[in-house]
């Protein structure tokens, strides 16, 4: 069969192709090249030729993944791709699956995984339960490529049997659109966003859930409250344990320290008007919330765990908190509250870091490098047909 110029690009929802990957998008497309998209979500997603709405459950076994799975395997038989492109656990495991057969015919399958579930830390349960079904999957994929040193190695040591393993620093940060801001820029966004010139603005973007752990933020807060009284946490984000943290911000008596900001889509506006950002997840892959902030030249405090190590280094660009510590926590915010010049330093630290590893224009060239490899190996396979 004579493979087509087109890519397919499959995830759990759409939303991670806007948030993520479209500057990929564009670049196949300014080869040339057909690109289609298929994810749950009827979100128009520019750079796209064809978008499938595929009916992804987010919970693994729900039956509807049965019907998403047959959908996508009928698409991927019939549309005659070049190469597909798979992310998020979900996403990446069902188009695994339905690209078994189309494999065959010399269709390349990549599969980011943007974080194992399993790692070093991580419960017994999520070992006993993603691992195998990765490593499986492995099989079954042209190019495995990971975004954390642990990942790599994990997947080099245990040997997953993809035909290929990279690693790629994660998806990038635009720092033209993350930046540093002057003192008077700062103070304007302040006034616009109707906070407090001396207040000292501590951020976190995050979805609220068990895993991003804002509680522990929240009692960091009341440990500072008497000695900071300047000190203010702004939360960005929505989610399921958004009303706990209100709760408990309610019952410590810092409902006027703390503002519960929502879904955001002016984070850039927000990261430069701030101090310091945070971050408490028990687990991350790579975090874009971080590399956004490093990238507006905050510091950074961040629970110790394998993305933020990638990130994070004490006294160069902040400090990794290694126990679920909020007296912990509140040490760090407090030496860098006290200690001006530190602060400014670990910022221009960590924007100096992220423009020289992980700038969004570095990513892309490392994944065009993986794309190239099998446009290349396409067109050795047509010229020996012929």
Request: proline letters at 3%.
């Amino acid at each position: 069969m004579k493979m087509s110029n087109k890519i397919l690009f499959c995830a759990t929802v759409d939303y991670h192709f806007k948030a993520f990957h479209l500057p990929v998008m564009k670049w196949f497309k300014e080869q040339g090249w057909e690109v289609h998209v298929a994810a749950s979500g009827n979100m128009n997603l520019p750079f796209t030729d064809v978008k499938y709405e595929i009916p992804i459950q987010r919970a693994p076994f729900n039956k509807g993944n049965v019907k998403a799975f047959q959908k996508l395997k009928a698409i991927i038989d019939n549309d005659n791709y070049s190469i597909i492109h798979c992310h998020t656990p979900l996403g990446g495991a069902l188009t695994r699956l339905a690209a078994k057969e189309t494999r065959k015919s010399g269709t390349k399958v990549i599969y980011t995984a943007h974080g194992f579930h399993f790692c070093k830390g991580a419960s017994a349960l999520s070992w006993l339960i993603y691992y195998p079904i990765e490593k499986h999957l492995a099989k079954f994929t042209d190019c495995l490529i990971t975004i954390n040193s642990e990942d790599y190695s994990i997947a080099m040591e245990r040997r997953f049997q993809a035909c290929q393993i990279d690693i790629v620093n994660g998806v990038g940060v635009n720092t033209d659109h993350f930046k540093p801001v002057t003192e008077k820029q700062r103070k304007e966004l302040r006034l616009k966003m109707g906070l407090r010139q001396d207040e000292f603005l501590l951020f976190y973007a995050a979805e609220f859930n068990k895993n991003k752990n804002q509680k522990i933020l929240i009692k960091a807060l009341a440990n500072l409250k008497d000695e900071l009284p300047k000190a203010r946490l702004l939360l960005a984000g929505e989610g399921s344990t958004q009303e706990g943290c209100r709760l408990l911000a309610r019952q410590l008596g810092l409902e006027d320290r703390i503002d519960f900001l929502g879904f955001r889509k002016d984070i850039n506006q927000i990261l430069p008007a701030c101090d310091l950002a945070v971050a408490s997840s028990y687990r991350e892959g790579l975090p874009v919330n971080i590399m956004e902030a490093m990238a507006c030249g905050l510091p950074v405090i961040a629970s110790d765990n394998r993305g933020h190590r990638e990130l994070v280094f004490n006294d160069y660009n902040g400090y990794l908190i290694k126990e679920m510590d909020s007296a912990q926590f509140a040490g760090a915010i407090k030496k860098l509250y006290i200690n001006i010049e530190q602060k400014k330093l670990f910022g221009t630290n960590g924007r100096t870091l992220i423009a020289k590893k992980f700038n969004e224009d570095k990513i892309i060239l490392q994944l065009i490098t993986i794309y190239k490899n099998f446009m290349e190996e396409k067109v050795r396979m047509i010229w020996e047909a012929q």
